[in-house]
C-alpha cells in the first residue's frame, strides 16, 4: 500500500537557520505530493504541491521539489522565522481516488531567537 | 479562503456515552467530507469519506456502528463516537473538498476536536 516516511521530530533550528525536512513515499503510479503545516490550535493548512515529476512546489519561502527517481519530496526554506514553529506533514494522493489523503508522521519544527 | 469548523474543539465525556462532533464548511460547499483520528506524536489515519447524501465509506478496520457519520448537508457532517471508552480517546478531525476547486485533492481541514473519555 502507500506510505510516507518523514524524518523523526522535533527539528530545533535557530532563527535564519536552513531547515531541510525529509520525506520519501512509496506508491504505484504517479501520486501528487503535499506538504501540510499545523500551527499550534489551528487545523492543517496546504503548504505546497507538486502533482508531476520535477514539479516544484513553493509557498512562504518553502519548496519541495518532486523527484520520482528518489520517490523524495523534501521541504526546504533557506531562512528560517520563529513563526515557522509548527508540525509538517507529509502526504500524497492517488490520482483519481477521491483525495484520499496519505500523511506521514509529521515533523515538529522549533525555531529560537 | 475556505474555512472548515468542528464542534465542540475539546470533550470529555464518561465511558458507555455517545459523543457527537460536528463538521461544518462555513463559506463552501463540500460534497465530500473526510474523518481522520490523529493519536499523539503519529499521523493522521483517514477513518472514513463522507459523501453528501449518501452513506459513508470507512476504512479497513474502522467500526461502522462504533463510529457513525451522516453528511446531511453540503455544509454540515457529523461524527457520532457511540458508547465511547478510553481507548476512543484521541484528536479527531475533518476535512471537506471544496466543489469549486479543481479535483487536485485540495482539502480543508477543521482545527480539530479533543476527545477525552474517563
Known amino acids: 500500500g502507500d506510505s510516507v516516511t518523514q524524518m523523526e521530530g522535533p527539528v530545533t533550528l535557530s532563527e535564519e537557520a536552513f531547515l531541510t525536512i525529509n520525506c520519501t513515499y512509496t506508491a504505484t503510479g504517479y501520486p501528487s505530493l503535499f506538504w501540510y503545516v499545523q500551527y499550534p490550535g489551528e487545523g492543517l493548512q496546504l503548504l505546497l504541491k507538486a502533482t508531476k515529476a520535477d514539479d516544484k512546489g513553493s509557498n512562504k519561502g518553502f519548496e519541495a521539489t518532486y523527484r520520482k527517481e528518489t520517490t523524495s519530496f523534501h521541504l526546504e526554506k533557506g531562512s528560517v522565522q520563529v513563526s515557522d514553529s509548527a508540525v509538517y506533514f507529509c502526504?500524497?494522493?492517488?490520482?483519481?481516488?477521491?483525495?484520499?489523503?496519505?500523511f506521514g508522521t509529521g515533523t515538529r519544527l522549533q525555531v529560537t531567537l | 479562503g475556505a474555512v472548515v469548523s468542528q464542534h465542540p474543539s475539546r470533550v470529555i465525556c464518561k465511558s458507555g456515552t455517545s459523543v457527537k462532533i460536528e463538521c461544518r464548511s462555513l463559506?463552501?460547499?463540500?460534497?465530500?467530507m473526510f474523518w481522520y483520528r490523529q493519536f499523539p506524536k503519529q499521523s493522521l489515519m483517514l477513518m472514513a469519506t463522507?459523501?453528501?447524501?449518501?452513506?459513508?465509506?470507512?476504512e479497513q478496520g474502522v467500526e461502522k456502528d462504533k463510529f457513525l457519520i451522516n453528511h446531511a448537508s453540503l455544509t454540515l457532517s457529523t461524527l457520532t463516537v457511540t458508547s465511547a471508552h478510553p481507548e476512543d480517546s484521541s484528536f479527531y478531525i475533518c476535512?471537506?473538498?471544496?466543489?469549486?476547486?479543481?479535483?487536485?485533492?485540495?482539502?480543508?481541514f477543521g482545527p480539530g476536536t479533543r476527545l477525552t473519555v474517563l
Open positions: 502526504a500524497l494522493s492517488r490520482t483519481g481516488t477521491a483525495s484520499k489523503l496519505t
Open positions: 476535512s471537506a473538498r471544496d466543489l469549486g476547486v479543481p479535483p487536485l485533492d485540495t482539502q480543508y
Open positions: 463522507s459523501n453528501e447524501g449518501s452513506k459513508a465509506t470507512y
Open positions: 463559506d463552501f460547499q463540500a460534497t465530500t
